[in-house]
């Protein structure tokens, strides 16, 4: 098997042709290393390339085949790391200069959970500094570009991960999302990103335990590689407080029967008007809504009522800022992003009571929402309101006409679903005239993944994306 095709096997077909010693880890791992060294160079979708630890695994892996030792569900499968997340013995930079040549001497959880299930780590992959920002660069590595037009931004702040998945360069990959950072790389470069229910996929370490607002989780070519992936990411751990138990086996049975015939499906151009929306991202919304239609849902138009949400937004936001990062400014400040800079110090600003006000609002808004969810199954949005803009440009400063704020008030579909805690994926939903991925919301009720995850499946077996691929 030729290595672009070997690279852009889905992780479900690769671990039964694995299994069936079809091919090797160390054929596997070596076709995705080959396609890095021929691509990154240009994209920097990975900022370290753990190639010795990497090629050690694939040996080790192959090794338990041929001595028919047990096997995980992701044995032999390559995997690479978000650069937010720490590797044991592969440095890891968060972004930022401060950490350039930090090594860490522990995996994060995530990375423990992958790993126990057989993966194999390819490297890290690039995040705008502390994951701040949805246009993913960093004074320590530089720019990601998007693949489908490397004049462009990937999204952010997993653009790394995006951007290595949509070209071959391993077929699973970690990202995070506070604000959409799973969800808009995932838009702009046409994989699959999914933000589940707080605390599914536990967060350790991390200094805010109690947090409901950022998650780690999978992102994948395919929706079925994002629930095997999901499957052993997902579960109790007693050092996360917010974490739950689950079956995990629910994940792939929802991927094996696609349905969404019954449902009842709510959909929106814009949430009731918080962003104006690109033309050709509202028509290729507008067409993925009707084949939920086709595949026999009850579709309507309707929104909640997402009033007041950037001023929520920006209190909680700047809370987390100044909490995680606020001791760095004395030391650092001159090195760091100008725009996260910005985002600490109005975290700096806030009284007890702004953030009181601001949790009563997310409360308020918790209840509107679910009031809307008793008569729907699920919310369809466009992911991200605009098309990929140049990466040289920090966020963009005007939306048809509608001045941007800062450098968050550009992807607030993404957001406005954050503050509900409920789970979102996006998924490619079609193409633009220049050839580039639209990214669709769809939003489930409170831990439905595995409803989201089946209209999800059904509408990519109905509208397949993943042969398409960028022209490099």
């Known amino acids: 098997m030729d290595d672009l095709t070997l690279c852009y096997t889905p992780a479900t077909q690769l671990a039964a042709m694995l299994r069936r010693r079809v091919v090797s880890p160390v054929e596997v791992v070596e076709a995705c290393l080959r396609r890095i060294a021929q691509l990154n160079p240009r994209l920097l979708a990975y900022v370290t390339v753990a190639e010795e630890q990497a090629r050690a695994a694939a040996r080790a892996a192959e090794q338990a085949f041929l001595q028919g030792k047990p096997l995980g569900p992701l044995h032999g499968i ?6 937010l997340v720490p590797t044991a013995g592969i440095r890891t930079t968060f972004g930022s200069k401060i950490y350039e040549h930090f090594i860490p001497e522990e995996d994060g959880l995530i990375v423990q959970r ?45 653009g790394g991960a995006a951007v290595a998945l949509a070209t071959g360069m391993g077929p699973l990959a970690t990202g995070s999302d506070l604000g959409g ?24 370490p991390s200094v805010l335990g109690w947090d409901t607002l950022s998650v780690q989780g999978p992102m994948a070519r395919t929706v079925a590689d994002t629930a095997l992936m999901l499957s052993v990411i997902a579960g109790e751990d007693e050092r996360v407080p917010i974490s739950y138990p689950v079956d995990t086996r629910a994940f792939l049975r929802a991927v094996q029967r696609p349905q969404v015939a019954g449902l009842r499906v709510a959909w929106t151009p814009d949430l009731g008007g918080l962003l104006p929306v690109a033309a050709e991202v509202k028509a290729a919304v507008e067409a993925a809504v009707r084949v939920f239609a086709d595949l026999g849902a009850v579709v309507c138009e309707a929104t909640p009522d997402f009033s007041g949400v950037q001023e929520i937004i920006h209190v909680t936001r700047a809370a987390g800022m100044i909490t995680r990062h606020g001791d ?29 006000l601001a949790e009563q609002r997310r409360t308020e808004l918790w209840l509107r929402v679910q009031a809307f969810f008793r008569h729907y199954d699920l919310l369809l949005t466009p992911t991200v ?20 704020a800062s450098y968050i008030d550009w992807f607030l579909f993404t957001y406005a679903i954050t503050l509900t805690g409920l789970p979102a994926i996006s998924v490619p939903c079609g193409w633009t005239a220049a050839g580039l991925p639209v990214g669709l919301q769809i939003v489930g009720r409170r831990r439905a993944e595995t409803t989201v995850l089946r209209a999800a499946a059904a509408f990519e077996e109905a509208a397949p994306w993943a042969e398409r691929r960028p022209p490099l």
């Open 181 to 204: 950072s799973l969800r808009i790389p995932a838009s702009f470069c046409g994989v699959v990103g999914f933000r589940t229910t707080p605390g599914l996929v536990p967060v350790y």
């Open 78 to 83: 390559p995997v690479s790391v978000k650069d």
């Open 114 to 158: 992958l790993k126990a299930a057989g993966a194999i780590i390819l490297g890290k992959t690039n995040t705008p500094e502390f994951g701040a920002g949805a246009n993913t660069y960093n004074a320590v590595c530089g720019a990601t570009r998007n693949p489908w037009n490397p004049a462009l931004t990937c999204g952010g702040s997993s």
């Open 328 to 356: 760095k400014l004395p030391q650092w400040r001159e090195v760091m992003n100008p725009n996260l800079v910005w985002n600490i110090e109005q975290g700096a600003k806030l009284s007890a009571r702004d953030w009181g």
């Open 385 to 404: 309101a605009i098309l990929p803009f140049p990466v040289e440009e920090s966020y963009p400063q005007a939306i048809a006409g509608h001045r941007v």
